[in-house]
Each structure stands twice: as structure tokens, then as C-alpha cells.
């Protein structure tokens, strides 16, 4: 059996587990940020005083039964009234923050959880501190919080925190026992990132004998990594100490009304022009059908098939 392990947070980080939680005989580790701040989560962890669990819960809907009711649950939003307190929290939030208070640990909440739900694999959060990342710009200026990083139009030289953080035990291990780590599809700065640099992961990566991949994003963000490469990309992973040594890329056409509508939105896609030191494998990735540019989990699946297959 195969141990893989997939780092990141957000939306790419799910997709990538969407894709891979039916391949047989591998042993998934999701190792996933605490360090957002913004909205739901934002709010919960600001008024209980527990990690960040968007992210989290994010996971556990990806890993969990696609035909359960919970899986559905976790991911449903209350609407409403700005007053009424519920509103623009979803629920799968709400439950992390109950069972947290019932059991008094956060890393015991999402185990309780990822039995009830049935997860293929472990949910492992990279840190069970309380965190706010901070971002050093390339005019010295300083960004304190997740959400506020991506919205100042600066180069971002590095991310940080103001202090030592513990990495959580189970995730350096899980790293060190890797056959093969992702570095999730995602905000490099911050999604991925904010895992990297604790001291305990980094040190678990540099130790780790697994062949790390790195699922490069097909689209820049705005502000964060507008005019970033590919090398660009991986500069700023390896910069912040993520070893890499391979590279997944898009090879797919994007139709030009799509560029076009992302154009607007200052983001383009992210091109293969300058020469790397790793290997780069191009496949076919990206799903079309909403007029939005978004990775296919069924085609990653084949992709993660194929590596272990090469044995690489």
C-alpha cells in the first residue's frame, strides 16, 4: 500500500483528493492550513478560540461518501439576515466548532468526524495553534491575516508567522512516512504555503525520502501571483522550503473567451517559458463545462495512476 499525502488548503486541495480517494491500495494523508481567517471560519475562530476549519471542513466533504446526507450537510450555507447569527455560516463549520467543544480538541473533533463520515484516509491539520500569517511585501510593507494578503496589489516576497509554531505530530509523521507528497493544486501563498513554513513540516520534507510532486496551477491570481510562471511558482515554494522533484502542468488548449473573461479579472494563464531543474509532465487536467477554468478530479486521478504506475 502507498502512502500519499496532499498539502495544501482551499479549493485545490480538495479537488486533488476528489480525484485520488478511489485509487486502490494507497493510504491518503490530507494535511491541511489552519491559518485562515476570513469569513465563517474567521468568525468561529475568533469567538471560540479554536484553529481555523474551513479548510478542514472543506476535506472531510471531499474525502467523505459522496451519496451521504452529511456530506451534502457539510457543505450546506445558511442564508439569511446580516443579524441573524448564523448567517454565512455553513454547517459543516458549525459542527466542527460543537464537537470541538464537546470532546475539548480540535484534533479529536475532526478523527470523531472523519469516522462518522466514512473518510478514505486522514485529515491531519498542519498546526493545532491558533495563527495568523503574515506576508513581507516588495516595499517592505507588512500584511497581517489570509484574507488581506491576496488583496494588496504588491509582490509578495514571503509569507511568515510572528512566532515558532508547533506542527502537529501525526502530520510530521505522515510526512515521514510518505511514498509520495502533493503540493495541492491552489494560492500558493496562501493555501499551500502556510503549511510549508512551520518549522516541523519543513523539516519533515527536507528528512522525507517521498517523491514530492507539484500540481501547478493553470491560472495566476490576482495581486497574489498575477504575472507568475511556472518557474515563478515553484521558485516561491522552494524559496519558503518545499522540495520539489517533478512538476504536473496543463497541456490542455483554453478557449480563448474563457482567457478572455479571466483577463478582465487580472488573472492569465500560467506558461511553461522559462527552463526548470525538475522533470515537467504535461497532461490533459482542466474541465471547461462552467465556462470557468477548474481542474478535473477524474483526470488527476489518472495522472496520480500513472506516477505510482512509473514507480517515480
Do not use: W
Not at 186 to 199: D, E
Not at 201 to 218: D, G
Amino acid at each position: 500500500m502507498k502512502k500519499v499525502v496532499v498539502i495544501g488548503g482551499g479549493h485545490g486541495q480538495s479537488t486533488i483528493l476528489r480525484g485520488i480517494k478511489k485509487i486502490p491500495d494507497i493510504e491518503i494523508s490530507a494535511i491541511v492550513t489552519v491559518a485562515d481567517d476570513g469569513g465563517s471560519t474567521g468568525r468561529l475562530r475568533k469567538h471560540y478560540q479554536i484553529p481555523a476549519m474551513g479548510d478542514i471542513r472543506n476535506v472531510l466533504s471531499a474525502l467523505c461518501d459522496e451519496e451521504s446526507l452529511l456530506e451534502k450537510l457539510m457543505s450546506y450555507r445558511f442564508e439569511g439576515d446580516e443579524e441573524v447569527d448564523v448567517e454565512g455560516h455553513s454547517l459543516g463549520n458549525l459542527i466542527l466548532t460543537a464537537v470541538t467543544q464537546m470532546t475539548g480538541s480540535f484534533a479529536e473533533a475532526i478523527e470523531m468526524l472523519t469516522n462518522e463520515l466514512h473518510v478514505k484516509g486522514h485529515i491531519l491539520p498542519s498546526s493545532l495553534e491558533i495563527i495568523s500569517l503574515y506576508a513581507l511585501m516588495d516595499d517592505d510593507a507588512i500584511v497581517k491575516g489570509e484574507v488581506n494578503i491576496p488583496s494588496f496589489n504588491h509582490h509578495i516576497q514571503s509569507v511568515f508567522y510572528d512566532h515558532d509554531v508547533a506542527a502537529y505530530d501525526k502530520a510530521v509523521q505522515a510526512i515521514l512516512d510518505a511514498d509520495m507528497i502533493i503540493y495541492g493544486i491552489g494560492s500558493v501563498y496562501t493555501s499551500i504555503l502556510p503549511n510549508i513554513i512551520i518549522t516541523g513540516i519543513r523539516n519533515a520534507l527536507a528528512q522525507s525520502k517521498a517523491t514530492k510532486v507539484y500540481f501547478a496551477n493553470c491560472m495566476t491570481q490576482n495581486n497574489e501571483t498575477f504575472d507568475y510562471d511556472l518557474k515563478d511558482h515553484i521558485d516561491a515554494l522552494e524559496k519558503h522550503g518545499a522540495p520539489i522533484d517533478l512538476v504536473i502542468r496543463h497541456k490542455d488548449l483554453i478557449p480563448e473567451e474563457i482567457l478572455e473573461r479571466y483577463t478582465a479579472e487580472n488573472s492569465i494563464e500560467v506558461k511553461y517559458k522559462r527552463k526548470i531543474s525538475q522533470p515537467v509532465y504535461a497532461y490533459e487536467l482542466l474541465d471547461f463545462s462552467r465556462q470557468l477554468v477548474r481542474h478535473d478530479p477524474e483526470k488527476i486521478e489518472k495522472v496520480v495512476i500513472d506516477l505510482l504506475q512509473r514507480g517515480v
